[in-house]
């Protein structure tokens, strides 16, 4: 059982930068491929990144690519996005996920824990 709780979302303008971070429960954390997802209002919630158990790889969803960054820190049990250059069409409440299985998908379905989101709202 994984616990996870984000944190860092909040109002800023177009290009400007946040860094979202995802605290996760549990003594298998290390183990798990974690994920950021987001959903704006009216949208489905769509895939953001994913980073490996290891750290080692990520995936990036196009139009976050070159601008956001996941990392993790195992020895804290935490993941976070660093996004920078903000663009209005980024405003959606994040989520973070986690994977058991550690295959790095890219889907929501194959994510077991999930948070309960982050709200970030970028005016132009």
């Known amino acids: 059982q994984v616990g996870l709780v984000e944190s860092g979302g909040g109002l800023v303008q177009a290009g400007d930068s946040l860094r979202l971070s995802c605290a996760a429960s549990g003594q298998t954390f290390s183990s798990y491929a974690m994920g950021w997802f987001r959903q704006a209002p009216g949208k489905e919630r769509e895939f953001v990144a994913v980073?490996?158990?290891?750290?080692?790889?990520?995936t990036y969803a196009d139009l976050v690519k070159g601008r956001f960054t996941i990392s993790r820190d195992n020895a804290k049990n935490t993941v976070y996005l660093q996004m920078n250059n903000l663009k209005p069409e980024d405003t959606a409440r994040y989520y973070c996920?986690?994977?058991?299985?550690?295959?790095?998908?890219?889907?929501?379905?194959?994510?077991?824990?999930w948070g309960q989101g982050t709200q970030v709202t970028v005016s132009s």
């Open positions: 996920a986690a994977d058991q299985t550690a295959l790095g998908s890219e889907r929501a379905q194959d994510f077991d824990y």
């Open positions: 980073i490996s158990w290891s750290g080692k790889s990520t």
